[in-house]
């Protein structure tokens, strides 16, 4: 497939059939990309938009948030999981809300912000400053090797880099990453699933039973009220009180959940 036959198809389909009324779609500003982008990290779509709509009511600005203490956005955040995604938030938040002049204005710049990495910068760059860039996810990782490497059993990254550099019209970053996005989106919902051809497809564990999920419940326990180590422990079966304790600890270590005395809370 040629570069102009790709865009016409992504174009086409986008057209016909893109999420264009997502509400992160509705605004360039930085801060509200870049909640909508921590909130979509390992988390579908359609979960994501309630709870994207309702914490910015909450929490319209970088200000608002950075101000609040953090159990409060825990709460907040409760329901999409992965709570050290939004601590993370809440620290960038405290480094945005410095100052118009304390933004940043590069994707470097947005990589200095805490939690935010490579592909978070580009993509922040990309929706909010309509930056040309390259931007990789797993469904426009889909949507390339389909088309381009039909054949290959194992995609590098860097080649995917080279395609999408070539087929990215300039200056139309912003409206053509959604579109990708949303193309390859509806290849994998048509049974297209290209995730293992990728060199750096990593199988996400099995949530049931995990760590994961201790450490996801116990957060919600103290979203309720604070506990003791033992009101906490009876409320999980037996065999899986040491993983309690383990995701427990692990929350205090990270300053998600504080001690005092017998009690454990959420982090101020």
């Known amino acids: ?17 893109g999420r264009h009324d997502l509400p992160w779609r509705k605004t360039t500003d930085l801060y509200r990309i870049l909640v909508s982008e921590v909130m ?40 999409l999981g992965y709570n050290r995604r939004v601590k993370m938030l809440h620290e960038a938040a405290a480094s945005l809300s410095l100052g118009k002049l304390n933004f940043p ?21 990309a929706f909010a400053w309509n ?30 880099e080279k395609i999408l550099i070539q087929v990215l019209p300039k200056g139309k970053s912003r409206e053509w990453y959604s579109a990708l996005m949303d193309y390859g989106a509806h290849l994998k919902r048509s049974g297209i699933s290209l995730n293992k051809k990728s060199a750096t497809y990593a199988k996400q564990s099995k ?9 996801g419940a116990v957060v919600r326990l103290l979203a309720r009220k604070p506990a003791t180590q033992a009101s906490i422990l009876k409320r999980f079966d037996v065999s899986r009180r040491a993983q309690v304790l ?19 809370s959420l982090a101020d």
């Open 1 to 17: 497939m040629t570069t102009v036959q790709f865009r016409k198809l992504v174009w086409a389909y986008y057209k016909k059939s």
């Open 40 to 79: 979509l990290q390992q988390t579908q779509v359609e979960r994501v938009i309630p709870f994207y709509t309702n914490f910015l009511k909450t929490f319209p600005t970088a200000r608002r948030l950075a101000d609040a203490p953090l159990s409060e956005v825990l709460k907040s955040w409760q329901g």
């Open 105 to 125: 204005k590069t994707v470097e710049g947005l990589e200095k912000l805490p939690g935010v990495g490579s592909y978070t910068a580009r993509a922040v760059a």
């Open 131 to 160: 930056e040309d860039g390259v931007v990789i996810e797993t469904n426009i990782r889909t949507a390339i090797m389909h088309h381009f490497f039909p054949k290959k059993k194992e995609v590098l990254d860097k080649e995917i």
């Open 207 to 215: 949530f049931s039973g995990s760590l994961r999920e201790a450490r």
């Open 246 to 264: 383990e995701a427990l600890e692990a929350l205090r270590v990270e300053s998600l959940v504080k001690k005092k005395g017998t009690m454990y």
